[in-house]
């Protein structure tokens, strides 16, 4: 199956500073890609997802890029906020099916 | 109805036991997944349902033992668990070509 890697394992940041997490696939029939957030005891919940045709993304605070040829995606949050404060996960699926996830990144924002 | 919904949230067995896992949604979705959590892991892809047919089962144990009774149920069915499969175990569902949305999981020990 799909290999996700996914870099830094830990994030600390100051409140309003920028965090960014990088993760690398190895199947080049990947071709979508979701990052999840979560908190402690809860599932895993969708932030932001990218296609392969695409190669960056927006929403608000959150960003995502794509470089299919690297196989590598990578997410951006912008003046970040103590509530960002999870656990973030990269994702990456062929055609929305078998989706496989990288190790996680446990990020905390200090007021 | 945007949800997936798991049962029991909580669920202690004996090794000897059996007992089983329900997950149900009402979004239309096609494809329904089973993922083993341990604690500070990623979700671990186990087995994924497409148009209630079985089409990945990634080298799972037979002690677990999935069942796809229509597009909107998914059961796992659990038999002579050992300590080391106690976990959060996580149903989600989705659209072709889309990210995968999550239940609250169901938390298992195994005694």
């Known amino acids: 199956g799909e290999n996700v890697e996914q870099h830094p394992s830990t994030l600390s940041v100051q409140e309003g500073d920028s965090a960014v997490i990088k993760c690398t696939y190895s199947?080049?029939?990947?071709?979508?890609f979701p990052w999840y957030k979560q908190e402690l005891g809860k599932r895993p919940q969708l932030i932001i997802d990218i296609r392969s045709n695409v190669g960056e993304k927006k929403d608000q605070r959150i960003a995502v890029t794509l470089n299919k040829t690297a196989k590598h995606f990578s997410l951006h949050i912008t003046e970040t906020q103590p509530e960002d404060s999870a656990v973030y996960f990269c994702?990456?699926?062929?055609?929305?099916?078998?989706?496989?996830f990288g190790t996680g990144t446990s990020l905390t924002v200090i007021p | 109805d945007t949800e997936v919904t798991q049962t029991p949230k909580h669920l202690v067995m004996g090794m000897t036991n059996k007992k089983s896992l329900k997950c149900e949604q009402h979004m239309g979705h096609r494809a329904m997944y089973w993922y083993k959590q341990k604690a500070k892991k990623p979700p671990e892809l186990m087995f994924v349902?497409?148009?209630?047919?079985?089409?990945i089962n990634e080298s799972v144990p037979s002690r677990f033992s999935p069942e796809c009774p229509n597009s909107s149920l998914l059961n796992l069915h659990l038999h002579a668990l050992q300590p080391e499969d106690s976990a959060l175990y996580l149903c989600?569902?989705?659209?072709?070509?889309?990210?995968?949305?999550f239940g609250q999981g169901t938390r298992l020990t195994v005694v």
């Open positions: 994702a990456a699926s062929m055609a929305g099916n078998q989706f496989y």
């Open positions: 989600a569902s989705s659209q072709a070509g889309t990210w995968a949305f």
């Open positions: 199947d080049s029939a990947s071709n979508y």
């Open positions: 349902y497409s148009y209630e047919k079985l089409s």
